[in-house]
C-alpha cells in the first residue's frame, strides 16, 4: 500500500525518493538502483515482470549486461 510516497510493507516503511527503509529496529539506506528495483517489484506485485522491463525501468534503457541485474536483485534480497 503506498501512502504519502511510501509504502507499508509488513513492518517496513520504504520510501522510495530517500532510498531509505524503516522499521521499528533499524534503518536502511539502499543504493539508488537497488531502491529503484524494489519500487518495480512493488509496483508490479502479481505480475509476470520480464528482464527486460526491468532492465528498462531501472538503467533507463542504457545497456547493462543481465548478470548486473542478477547481482542487483541478488544485493536486494540480502
Known sequence: ?????????????????????????SEL????RLMRLLDYFIQHSNQIITKDELLDYVWDGRMVTENL??????????
Open 29 to 32: 539506506l539502499l543504493k539508488p
Open 69 to 78: 541485474l542478477t547481482k542487483s536483485i541478488s544485493e536486494l534480497r540480502k
Open 1 to 25: 500500500m503506498k501512502e504519502n510516497g511510501t509504502y507499508l510493507l509488513k513492518d517496513w516503511t520504504i520510501h522510495p525518493e530517500l532510498n531509505l527503509l524503516k522499521n521499528h529496529q
